[in-house]
């Protein structure tokens, strides 16, 4: 298994654990800021540049589709946050509230919390691991 592949597991496994807990532990604050973040174009343009970018660099500099379950999944990551990058980049405002409120975010809040978390303990498992 390559060096980066650990390294990214390890990078993205330690954001999603820290963000899904931090989310988490103020489910109602969280809420309110997200609410209020997809409401804002200027927030949602800065937020798809710096996501795009991210996605970029994870798909250009990580592309491994074969080699075991934690390349794979690293090259997942990448790939969902570069389409998310562009989605974010390409909706009018009125689109992505209608995703925002079609994904029901305060609904499901837990769930997309604990999918985070689930995919930040079993990156750092198996880079800590490797």
Excluded: D
């Amino acid at each position: 298994m390559s060096l980066l592949t650990i390294y990214l597991a390890k990078l993205l496994g330690l954001y999603c654990i820290i963000v899904a807990l931090a989310m988490g532990a103020s489910k109602k604050g969280t809420i309110a800021t997200v609410n209020e973040w997809v409401q804002s174009p200027p927030l949602m343009l800065l937020t798809s540049v710096i996501t795009l970018a991210i996605g970029l660099a994870l798909v250009i500099g990580h592309n491994a589709w074969s080699g075991g379950l934690l390349p794979v999944t690293v090259t997942v990551v990448g790939w969902l946050t570069l389409i998310k990058g562009l989605v974010f980049l390409t909706l009018p405002p009125s689109q992505m509230m209608k995703l925002y409120e079609t994904l029901q975010y305060e609904r499901l809040f837990f769930v997309y919390m604990g999918v985070t978390l689930a995919l930040g303990l079993y990156l750092i498992i198996a880079a800590f691991s490797a």
